[in-house]
């Protein structure tokens, strides 16, 4: 089945300062990564997310990046705000156990220094 | 999301008793999903449900059980074989190849 590996595990920046999150994934049939941010208490929210037949995608200050080849993918937070802080998951899909299903990384905490 | 509703938000028990998980949706969407949380662990997949009367075991499925009866509703029973039920228990629900919903969350202590 698939596996998906996060780093760092934490993170902390000044304000202003970008923020880059990395994962790896080990199911090749792998299609779909999304990427939750969950602040403290609250559940998951989906914050942006990318197909395999796409290299890049950016919605305002967050952009994620997929090498298929390698079989990465990196959120890349711009400009990083106070509210910018909480815990960042990615996921990828495994259709080589769990029909399709998504896995997770076990998330990164992110801190932005005022 | 207004679309799933976890009840209760916080569940107390004593340990030994069996204690149900509430998970309503009414996205339409036919498969649904039950994760545990504790901390630096991420999000671990306890069961999963793709169609009414069918579910599958998630990598944590010990100590847990599930039913499907209809497609709205995907209750999660904690029973007394769980070893360490407290956590924070979360459900979902998505369509093939599209984003996860998730409801609110459920924090169950067993003392």
């Known amino acids: 089945g698939e596996n998906v590996e996060q780093h760092p595990s934490t993170l902390s920046v000044q304000e202003g300062d970008s923020a880059v999150i990395k994962c790896t994934y080990s199911d090749s049939a792998s299609n779909y990564f999304p990427w939750y941010k969950q602040e403290l208490g609250k559940r998951p929210q989906l914050i942006i997310d990318i197909r395999s037949n796409v290299g890049e995608k950016k919605d305002q200050r967050i952009a994620v990046t997929l090498n298929k080849t390698a079989k990465h993918f990196s959120l890349h937070i711009t400009e990083t705000q106070p509210e910018d802080s909480a815990v960042y998951f990615c996921a990828a899909t495994d259709y080589g156990g769990s029909q399709g299903n998504l896995i997770f990384g076990k998330g990164t905490k992110l801190s932005v220094k005022p | 999301d207004g679309g799933i509703t976890q009840s209760p938000k916080y569940l107390f028990r004593k340990e030994g008793q069996n204690v149900t998980l509430s998970c309503e949706q009414n996205l339409n969407h036919d498969a649904m999903y039950w994760y545990r949380q504790d901390p630096g662990q991420g999000l671990r997949l306890i069961y999963y449900?793709?169609?009414?009367?069918?579910?599958q075991k998630g990598d944590i499925a010990e100590g847990y059980s599930v039913s499907r009866e209809k497609k709205e509703s995907f209750p999660l029973t904690v029973t007394s074989a769980q070893k360490n039920p407290t956590a924070f228990y979360l459900c979902?629900?998505?369509?093939?190849?599209?984003?996860?919903?998730f409801g609110n969350g459920t924090r169950l202590t067993v003392t």
């Open positions: 979902a629900s998505r369509e093939v190849n599209s984003p996860l919903h």
């Open positions: 449900s793709q169609i009414v009367n069918d579910f």
